[in-house]
């Protein structure tokens, strides 16, 4: 499976993204890494809530801020946390899919992000993935009762 473009994702080049970004066109948007950017548009949330869908965001933590700056008491962030920085080092170890390189890249960014995790509504530590689901769920709920 692989994503599409126009269904799951809208894969811009980096010209196009930038004319956007000077367009307004984005709630939120990050150059993640160099010439690799991400952005939620405004079009694509007037679209789903119009159908009286509830949009569910995997970003990072500006992104979130972003978006909870935005809509305020419409948005719920979740802050999604390893256990410790040591065992998610251990974890991407132990999967085998990152170079020194991009370890070093990976680590960095956790570390960094990780000192925004007070600045969210919610806190959910990836521990234990059964208590990770109820706790989100719940999180969730407690939050749909308001919206």
Known sequence: MY???GKDY????????KAKIDQNAFVEWVEVYENQYYGTLRSEIDRIWSTGKHIL????VEGALSLKSHFGDKCLTVFVRPPSIEILIQRLISRNTENEASLKKRIDRVTREMTFETNFDG???N???EIAK???IHLV??????V
């Open 57 to 60: 965001f995997d970003i990072d």
């Open 10 to 17: 809208y894969f811009l080049d980096v010209a196009e993204f």
């Open 127 to 129: 521990d234990d993935l």
């Open 123 to 125: 806190i959910i530590v």
């Open 134 to 136: 109820v706790e989100s």
């Open 141 to 146: 709920e407690n939050f749909l009762k308001y």
């Open 3 to 5: 994503e599409q473009d």
